[in-house]
Nanobody, 123 residues
Framework: QLQLVESGGGLVQTGGSLRLSCVAS????????IGWFRQAPGKEREGVSS??????CKNYACSVSGRFTISREKNTVYLQMNSLKAEDTAVYYC??????????????????WGQGTQVTVSP
């Protein structure tokens, strides 16, 4: 059974950078699209970025486009986050969906989820 574990979160100042990792076990990610989502206190979970199983297609929310970069290598998916803002503060989750040429950003479309990693951006 596919399991996902996120890491790389932490406390950073505005304008700083973090790189989140999502490591899979129990199955290879070769046929899975991966999405990164975030949820701030009192808000709904929102899609941040996703990458197709091949890595050839990527999708970004408007709020992070140009600042965040998603990539994948074997059984790990990364989210490089630059120029961080206070509004990026949230718990970040990665999720997997068995699909090939697809990059969804709706949480309901994903079946497997990690436990999340906290990102806090101080003003």
């Amino acid at each position: 059974q596919l399991q996902l574990v996120e890491s790389g979160g932490g406390l950073v100042q505005t304008g700083g950078s973090l790189r989140l990792s999502c490591v899979a076990s129990g199955s290879t990610l070769d046929h899975y699209a991966i999405g990164w989502f975030r949820q701030a206190p009192g808000k709904e979970r929102e899609g941040v970025s996703s990458i197709s199983a091949s890595g050839g297609c990527k999708n970004y929310a408007c709020s992070v486009s140009g600042r965040f970069t998603i990539s994948r290598e074997k059984n790990t998916v990364y989210l490089q986050m630059n120029s961080l803002k206070a509004e990026d503060t949230a718990v970040y989750y990665c999720a997997a969906e068995l699909a090939y040429d697809w990059t969804g950003l709706e949480a309901s479309e994903y079946d497997s989820w990690g436990q999340g990693t906290q990102v806090t951006v101080s003003p």
